[in-house]
C-alpha cells in the first residue's frame, strides 16, 4: 500500500511540521527527522531550482548569475525567516516581463534597485499586518494575469528555442513568429525538442509496462526539467552541435544594485515608482497565494504577515545582491511537500545547495545550451495557463474578468493589464449589483402576480414600471419580492404605483419571500401560506428534521408528485439556471461520495453541497466489493469508482458509514452465512465479511468517546475496512500512488447529528467541530491515517 508521506501538525505544534507517529510509538527526535526527510527533500528542490533560475534569468535578459543568486537568496532568507514552513522562494516567473522592461529601458543595477524597493514596501506591509487585504484580489485577476506573463514568457522562449532573438513586446514577438518559423536554426529547435519530449515524458516512464515500467519508475525520482536539460545538454555536446550557450560572468563581474541618479528619478519617478508597485503587488499575490496552497497541502497554517516581511527581506537582499525579484513559488513548493519535507530546513539547504553550485560547478552549467533553458522556460509558461482555473472562473461567471486581464497583459504589460482586469472586475460587480428581473404572470382566475428577482436599485426603475404599467387597472395583483436588496427609488415607484392601482378599485399584496419566512409588506393585508397540499416544507428553507410529505396520506405516489410540485413551483425557478449550465457544460464533481442506501442520509445535507457538487454511489452497507470475494464481486460500484476517477477526475473519494445500519446488524446477526440458496441480499452481504474479520482484530475507535455498542464499533470499521478494498481498484492505486487522489474515512451519528472524520494522527473517528481550530482546520481534516494495526491507510479529510 502506498505511503503518505505529506507530513501533519498536532494542534500544539505551530513552529514545527513533525511526521505524526503510530500510538504507542516514541517520537521521531528532530536530528533523524532532518537526515531523513529534509535532506532528500531539499537535493529533489534543488535540482528543480537550479535549471529554472538560469531560464527565468535567461528570460529576462539578466545576468544568468541573478538567477541563481536569487534562488539562494530566496532559499536561505525566506527559509529562515518567512512564516510558511514548507514554501520554497525563489526567482518569480510572474515578474519575468516587468523585469525584462525595467532591464531594457533603465539598465540592471535600477532595476535591482527597483527590487530593492519593492522588499522594503513588502516588510513594511508585513509589519502593519495587512497580508491577509492582499487575498482579496479577485482570482480571475490573479490567473489572468499569470495567464498573461506566461503567453508572453513562451512567445519570447519560442524565438530562442528556433534560434532566433525575442523582439521587445509580446505583439512584436507575434508578428515576427511566422518568418521564424519559416527559417529555423535546426540544431538549437533540434535541441528544445528533445528538452520539451523528455520534459512531458520523463513522469510517464513508471507507467510503463513490466520491468520497464519498474525501472521507469526509479529514473522519475530525478526531476524531469533537470532530466530535460542533462538529454539536451548531452545531444549537443555528443553530436558537436554549434550553439549558444550559457554565458555565466564570472563572479568578480557581478554587478550589484545602483541606485538611480537624482536625475533619473525626477525625469521618470512616475514610471519607476510604478514599478515598484507593480512588483511588490504582483510578488506579495504570487507568494501568499503560493503560501496558502502549501497549507492546504501540508494541512498546516503559517503566518501570512511574518510571510511577508520574509518576501520583503528576501527581495531587498537579492536586489543588494544584484539578483531578480523573488516570490513564492508553486513549482518548487510543491516539490517540497511532495518529497515529504519536514520543516522548514528543506528550503535553506536547498538555498545551500544552490550557493554551492553557483560557486562550484560553474563550468558545467557553462555547457547548457541556451534552447534547452528556453524550451524549459517556455513549458513552464505555458501551463502557466490552467485550463482547470478557466474552467473554474467560467463557472462562477468571472470569464470577462479573466479574459480582459490575459489581454491586457499581453499586449499593454502587467501594470496596465491587471489595471483593465480590475476595471472590468468592477464593473461587472456594479452590472451584478443592479441587475434585477421581473416577470408578471397571468393567473387562471384573472389575478396578476408581479416576480421580481435580484436587488431593485434606482437602476431598475424603469424595468420595473414598465412591468407594472402592464397590469390593467382595476385587477387583483401579488407582488412578490425575493427579498434581496431593496433601494429608496424602488420602493418609491412600487408603493406610487400601488395608490395608483388601489385608487382605481384594484386590489394589491405585497410579499418578500425570504429564506426562513415569508414577510408582508406593512401596508399589505393579505398573508400568503406555505405552499398548498400535504407538502409543508418552503422552497430553500433549513431543514428541521420533520417529514416535508404528509405521512397519513392515503396514497405515497400522491405524495410523491406533491412534493414535485412544490419543487416546480418554489425551488425550479430559483435552481434552473444553475442546472441549465450543468447540462450545458456536463459534471465537473470534485468528490465522489459512497455512502449507505438508508433513507435517513441524506448527503447533500450533511455536506452543505448542491446539484454538481458530489457524484454519490449509495448501496447497502456502503460497501466497495473486493476482486478477490469469490462468488460475491460486484462490477457497478467499481465501475462507478472507475468512472469517477479516470473520466471525472475527482480528487477524493469518501467513503461515509452511519448509525444503525442494518447492513452492519445483518452481519453481526449471520444472515449472510445462512443455509440455503443464497438470496441476492445474502451475497451482497458477503462482501462485508473482511469488516467482521476487522472488528475481530483491529476494531476501530472514536476519539473522546466510547462506541455506543458493537454495532456501531461495526459502522466505523467498516468504514476503514472499504476504505482498504478500494485500494484494490487500479484506477484508485494509480491516483492514490501519483498523488492526485485521496481517501477519506467519514461516520455519520443521526441521534446527535455528528460527522466524524478519520484522523490520521491517532487511527481513530475523530469529531467534525463546527468551527475551525486555531491551525485553521480541524484534527480530522488532515488526509491519511496510521491505522490501529500499524499499516498506513490512504484516508482524506473532506
Known amino acids: 500500500m502506498t505511503l503518505d508521506v505529506s507530513s501533519a501538525p498536532t494542534p500544539s505544534d505551530t513552529t514545527d511540521h513533525a511526521p505524526p507517529t503510530a500510538p504507542g510509538r516514541p517520537p521521531t527526535n528532530s536530528a533523524r527527522r532532518l537526515l531523513l526527510r529534509d535532506v532528500p527533500a531539499s537535493l529533489a528542490v534543488f535540482l528543480i531550482a537550479v535549471p529554472f533560475s538560469l531560464g527565468i534569468a535567461l528570460a529576462t535578459g539578466a545576468p544568468l548569475t541573478a538567477g541563481l543568486v ?26 519575468t516581463v516587468v523585469t525584462a522592461g525595467l532591464l531594457a529601458r533603465y539598465g540592471w543595477q535600477v532595476a535591482c534597485a527597483v527590487t530593492v524597493a519593492a522588499g522594503v514596501l513588502q516588510f513594511l506591509l508585513g509589519t502593519l499586518r495587512v497580508a491577509r487585504a492582499a487575498l482579496a484580489v479577485s482570482p480571475a485577476i490573479v490567473h489572468g494575469m499569470l495567464a498573461g506573463v506566461g503567453l508572453t514568457i513562451a512567445l519570447t522562449q ?203 560547478l560553474t563550468g558545467g552549467l557553462r555547457r547548457i545550451p541556451l534552447a534547452a533553458l528556453a524550451a524549459l522556460v517556455l513549458v513552464v509558461g505555458v501551463q502557466m495557463v490552467s485550463f482547470a482555473h478557466i474552467r473554474r472562473i467560467h463557472r462562477h461567471r468571472e470569464f470577462p474578468v479573466y479574459l480582459a486581464t490575459v489581454l491586457g497583459v499581453v499586449l499593454l504589460g502587467v501594470p496596465l493589464g491587471v489595471t483593465i482586469g480590475g476595471s472590468v472586475a468592477v464593473l461587472l460587480a456594479l452590472y451584478r449589483l443592479t441587475r434585477a428581473h421581473v416577470d408578471v404572470v397571468t393567473g387562471a382566475d384573472g389575478s396578476y402576480t408581479v416576480h421580481t428577482h435580484g436587488p431593485l436599485t434606482f437602476a431598475a426603475v424603469p424595468k420595473l414600471s414598465r412591468a407594472l404599467t402592464r397590469v390593467p387597472a382595476g385587477a387583483v395583483v401579488t407582488v412578490r419580492h425575493d427579498g434581496s436588496f431593496l433601494d429608496h427609488a424602488a420602493y418609491e415607484a412600487v408603493h406610487t404605483w400601488r395608490a395608483g392601482h388601489l385608487a382605481t378599485g384594484g386590489r394589491v399584496s405585497m410579499v418578500t419571500k425570504r429564506p426562513d419566512d415569508e414577510v408582508l409588506d406593512p401596508d399589505g ?90 457524484f454519490t454511489v449509495r448501496n447497502v452497507g456502503n460497501l466497495v466489493p473486493a476482486p478477490h470475494e469469490p462468488g460475491a ?119 446527535t447529528a455528528q460527522a466524524y472524520v478519520l484522523d490520521r494522527a491517532s487511527g481513530r473517528f475523530a469529531p467534525v467541530s463546527a468551527e475551525r481550530t486555531p491551525q485553521g482546520t480541524d484534527r480530522a481534516d488532515r488526509g491519511g491515517t496510521e491505522g490501529p494495526d500499524g499499516r498506513k491507510e490512504q484516508q482524506l479529510a473532506a
Open 525 to 614: 393585508t393579505i398573508r400568503t401560506g406555505s405552499s398548498p397540499g400535504p407538502h409543508r416544507c418552503r422552497a430553500w428553507t433549513p431543514w428541521v428534521g420533520h417529514h416535508c410529505i404528509e405521512q397519513g396520506a392515503d396514497d405515497p405516489h400522491g405524495r410523491l408528485l406533491d412534493g414535485v410540485r412544490g419543487f416546480q413551483q418554489h425551488t425550479a425557478p430559483l435552481v434552473r439556471e444553475e442546472l441549465a449550465r450543468l447540462a450545458r457544460d456536463g459534471q465537473t464533481p470534485s468528490q465522489l461520495f459512497l455512502t449507505c442506501a438508508d433513507s435517513r442520509m441524506v448527503t447533500s445535507m450533511i455536506t452543505n453541497s448542491g446539484p454538481g457538487d458530489l
Open 158 to 360: 519560442l524565438h530562442v528555442v528556433l534560434g532566433g532573438s525575442p523582439q521587445s513586446s509580446a505583439l512584436a514577438n507575434l508578428v515576427a513568429l511566422p518568418g521564424q518559423l519559416a527559417g529555423p536554426h535546426l540544431p538549437a529547435l533540434a535541441v528544445g525538442a528533445v528538452a520539451i519530449t523528455v520534459l512531458f515524458g520523463w513522469p510517464r516512464l513508471g507507467r510503463l509496462p513490466g520491468r520497464t515500467g519498474r525501472v521507469g519508475a526509479r529514473l522519475t525520482k530525478v526531476p524531469a526539467a533537470l532530466a530535460a536539460v542533462a538529454a539536451a545538454t548531452a545531444l549537443s555536446l555528443l553530436a558537436g552541435l554549434r550553439l549558444a550557450r550559457v554565458e555565466l560572468p564570472e563572479w568578480d563581474h557581478h554587478a550589484l544594485a545602483s541606485f538611480p541618479s537624482g536625475t533619473l528619478v525626477a525625469e521618470h519617478w512616475p514610471e519607476l515608482l510604478a514599478a515598484v508597485l507593480t512588483v511588490t503587488a504582483v510578488a506579495t499575490v504570487e507568494s501568499l497565494l503560493s503560501a496558502v496552497a502549501v497549507d492546504r497541502m501540508s494541512h498546516s497554517t503559517g503566518d501570512l504577515d511574518r510571510e511577508l516581511r520574509g518576501q520583503g527581506a528576501a527581495n531587498l537582499v537579492s536586489g543588494l545582491l544584484g539578483g531578480l525579484p523573488v516570490a513564492g513559488g508553486a513549482v518548487r513548493s510543491t516539490a517540497n511537500v511532495q518529497a515529504g519535507a519536514a520543516t522548514r530546513m528543506s528550503s535553506v539547504l536547498h538555498g545551500c545547495w544552490v550557493l554551492l553550485a553557483a560557486l562550484v
Open 633 to 751: 464481486a460486484d462490477d457497478s460500484v467499481a465501475a462507478a469508482v472507475q468512472y469517477a476517477v479516470e473520466v471525472l477526475e475527482v480528487g477524493s473519494i469518501t467513503v461515509c458509514g452511519h448509525s444503525g445500519c442494518g447492513a452492519m446488524k445483518a452481519l453481526l446477526d449471520g444472515v449472510h452465512e445462512q443455509p440455503g440458496p443464497p438470496t441476492a441480499l445474502t451475497r451482497w452481504l458477503r462482501n462485508g465479511r473482511g469488516s467482521l474479520a476487522r472488528l475481530r482484530r483491529v476494531p476501530a475507535e472514536f476519539e473522546g468517546r466510547p462506541v455506543a455498542d458493537t454495532v456501531e464499533q461495526l459502522c466505523i470499521t467498516n468504514v476503514v475496512q472499504q476504505l482498504d478494498q478500494l485500494m484494490a481498484n487500479p484506477a484508485v492505486e494509480r491516483g492514490v500512488a501519483a498523488g492526485t487522489l485521496r481517501l477519506v474515512g467519514m461516520y455519520f451519528d443521526f441521534a
Open 70 to 95: 536569487s534562488a539562494a537568496v530566496g532559499g536561505l532568507v525566506v527559509g529562515l525567516f518567512g512564516g510558511t514552513q514548507l514554501q520554497v522562494s525563489g526567482p518569480s516567473a510572474a515578474l
